[in-house]
């Protein structure tokens, strides 16, 4: 998965109207390549979750804009369509983030052809993205090594919840980027995999990647992690972000403040892997200030599997059952020890971030 090579998106080499994804519908069972021919297709891919993830989200929308370029140039067309793709999900910032970088393009372009310039930056928002990841990578790979020596002979037993892998970027992902850079290093890491409910990104996605990468790990249901930090089975928490505050306060997944709270109250180390595309400099208190996505009900009804070689969906419960499905909850940064960002560690605090990127000081 982490080979050089490996993207998650990308320009058909033999069709440059043609974007490629990977159906991550239907992972594990089957790996299969989707086209987008459209920007349609780029909004359906977003919002039924072929891709998924807030790096991937926002790279996405980035190639649906190109898509739109080739199809009708005009500007008028062009905000209607960005207009579009911001409402597909509403939690990951990097969505809102891709689509202003965009359409800073369309408004500034003045002659020759806006669907070449689109391109260009559609291409340099995932080329940034691997970079950041290995940055993450990089920086969050010290705390492993730090366990590591603390523990000689042992595994360093790492939790993690949703999947804020490489699938969930372009490369390398932002929570698993130091457990792979660990293991190129050498170091005895094992991962605990949260299963992740409804949409089992954990079971289904993360668990995945790592057997591609020849990582060790664990699934585990998603009640599971109390237990084990209670008995000393987790060294480390690190969860991915779809949008943090510029105060640190950190919404992912649905689950993930129950895991903080329990990382807490064990003294177990919470980090979350931060790119700085995924820091809404606009919000402060997470709780009030960002929205959290509700999905259908049949995410929770229903669960989605193989049966004799054929992909199947199963329901649960009885028909008619009152269902609420948040997709997300936000962490308060106090449950977070630290924020891993390409540019290094910092406190999850407005001071912390302000110090990584001084940059954001006017801007916040
Ligand atoms: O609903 P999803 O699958 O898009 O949710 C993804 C997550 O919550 C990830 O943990 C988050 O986007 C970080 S991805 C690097």
Redesign the pocket.
């Known amino acids: 998965m982490t080979a050089e090579t490996f993207r998650t998106i990308w320009l058909d080499a033999d069709d440059p109207s043609v974007v490629k994804i990977i159906d991550q519908r239907l992972l594990p069972h089957e790996f299969k390549l989707h086209d987008l021919g459209s920007w349609q297709d780029a909004e359906t891919a977003i919002a039924d ?1 072929y891709v ?6 926002g790279a996405t929308a980035a190639w649906g804009l190109y898509l739109a370029a080739l199809e009708s140039p005009e500007s008028v067309a062009m905000h209607a369509v960005a207009d579009r793709l911001l409402a597909a ?1 509403p939690t ?1 910032v990097n969505l809102r983030w891709a689509i202003e970088r965009i359409m800073r393009v369309v408004d500034a372009h003045a002659g020759g052809e806006l669907a070449d310039e689109i391109r260009r930056d559609a291409q340099a928002i995932c080329d940034e993205d691997v970079e950041i990841s290995r940055g993450i990578g990089e920086h969050g790979v010290a705390l492993l090594e730090a366990i590591a020596a603390r523990k000689p002979g042992e595994p360093v037993n790492v939790l993690t ?5 490489a699938l ?2 372009i490369n390398y ?3 698993t980027a130091p457990v792979y850079i660990a293991q190129q290093r050498g170091i005895d890491v094992h991962v605990w995999v949260d299963e992740t409910r409804p ?1 089992n ?1 954990g079971s289904q996605l993360t668990a995945w990647e790592l057997a591609q990468s020849g990582v060790p790990h664990t699934l585990i249901v998603d009640n599971a992690g109390g237990h084990l930090m209670q008995h000393g089975l987790v060294d480390i928490v690190i ?4 949008r943090t505050t510029r105060c640190g306060d950190v919404a ?2 649905i689950g ?1 403040y129950l895991k903080a709270l329990a990382a807490f109250d064990n003294d177990i180390p919470f980090y979350v ?1 931060l ?1 700085s595309t ?1 820091i809404d400099w606009r919000s402060c208190d997470g709780v009030a200030e960002i929205p959290i ?1 509700e999905r259908d009900a049949e995410e929770v009804s229903h669960v989605h599997g193989m049966r004799e070689g054929a992909p199947t969906m199963v329901r649960t419960t009885a028909p008619g059952t009152p269902i609420s499905n948040y ?2 909850d936000v962490t308060p940064a106090r449950l977070v020890t630290g924020l891993i960002t390409e540019r290094g560690i910092c406190a999850a605090s407005e001071d912390g971030l302000l110090g990584l990127f001084p940059e954001m000081r006017d801007r916040s």
Not at 52 to 57: C, E, F, K, M, V
Not at 161 to 165: F, M, Y
């Open positions: 979750m998924r993830g807030a790096p991937l989200i999900r990951a919840h949703c999947n804020a892998g969930a970027t992902g932002t929570a949409r990104q969860v991915g972000t779809d992912n997944k993930t892997g790119p995924t996505e997709a997300f």
